[in-house]
């Protein structure tokens, strides 16, 4: 089955549409927008559409059926509707293109990549003749950790023949066939409040602790071996002269391997039982939030596939291992070969820099609907 190219001005249409609605993945309302524009494209031409409510607080989840899709799909893409960017940042700097690139918050992490489902299911459509069984997942908080989605991800996930991921590839243009897993906890001190001058020994300080537990645990950081920890947020205290009773951190930790997560897990639960100080306790929350994604000797064949379409439309593509996380996580995790960053090249994600090559838009469009191609003999 051909497929028309990309319609570049279309899609820059559509992106500009959707990058100038903010949709921070707590804007419930911002995000049910650019919900309603996939939505109401999809139906159009005749997709089923189901919106998935997987957490009230936070907007809608999609997902995208085929028309005459069964109950297992020979693809699943996987894409998410909200950004980083708080509430007003989209009037502040709207989307725009200068020279090859196009900026705006969320161009291409991950709105680029999300458009690009949109326009292949169209040009699928337009096409004629037997359309691939495909599921279409737009998830609605991917970047504050899929918390709630995770579940529905995973079911919908569990029923795929193979994943791909639209975040975008890497500045450089590479691909990413692994991803560290993530772990993210909220730790609290409680101490005993003294005047720090008058009567400093009837006090525990809940920040003392707090700054030998940031210690410890960067101490477990290994890059060679994969693992990272950060102690991101710290806090605690009411004033210079008081020993505070109260302090908080959140930490976030990168690694390989889940035994790598019982690792810190096991670290956790020794320093909560060995406190470094005297009189203060502390107490953990969190976990596990993504697996790390790996890649299996079905993964590496996918990967080799690409790579010759890529060759042969003239592409030059590669392949990386990355730090930061996305939800093909849990279908690797499934068992499900899973490629990543098969959208559009950018860079400088979550900033103000943020930014969509423009001439990768046509060559990596072609690279992904040929894939879908092959995989599904049509």
Known sequence: MALRPLDIQGYLKDLEFIVNIDSGSRDREGVAKVAEFFKRRFSAIGWQVRERIVEPSLGPCLEVLSPGCADHYDILLLGHLDTVFPK???????????GDRAFGPGVMDMKSGSLYALHLAEA????GGTIPSICIALNSHEEIGSVHARPWLEEIGAKSRYALVLEPARANGNLV??????????????GK????GVDPEKGASAIEELAHWVVALHGLTDLQKGLNLNAGLVSGGTAVNA???????????????????ELVQATLDEMVRRPFVAGVTASVSGGLTRPPMNPTEETMALCAKV???AARLGVKIGWQATGGGSDGAFTAALGI??????????GAAHSEAEYLELDSLAPRFSVLAELV???TGR
């Open 307 to 309: 790579d010759a379409i």
């Open 373 to 375: 191609h092959e995989l």
């Open 243 to 261: 020993i505070a009773d109260k302090a908080e951190m959140a930490l976030d930790v990168r690694l390989v391997s889940l035994d790598q997560a």
């Open 177 to 190: 066939n692994q991803r560290k897993g993530s772990c993210r906890y909220a730790i609290s001190f409680h």
């Open 88 to 98: 007003g940042t989209a009037k502040a700097r709207p989307f725009r293109t200068e």
């Open 124 to 127: 699928l459509s337009q096409a």
């Open 337 to 346: 070969p899973t490629l990543d960053g098969m959208g559009p090249i950018g």
């Open 193 to 196: 409040a003294a005047h720090s």
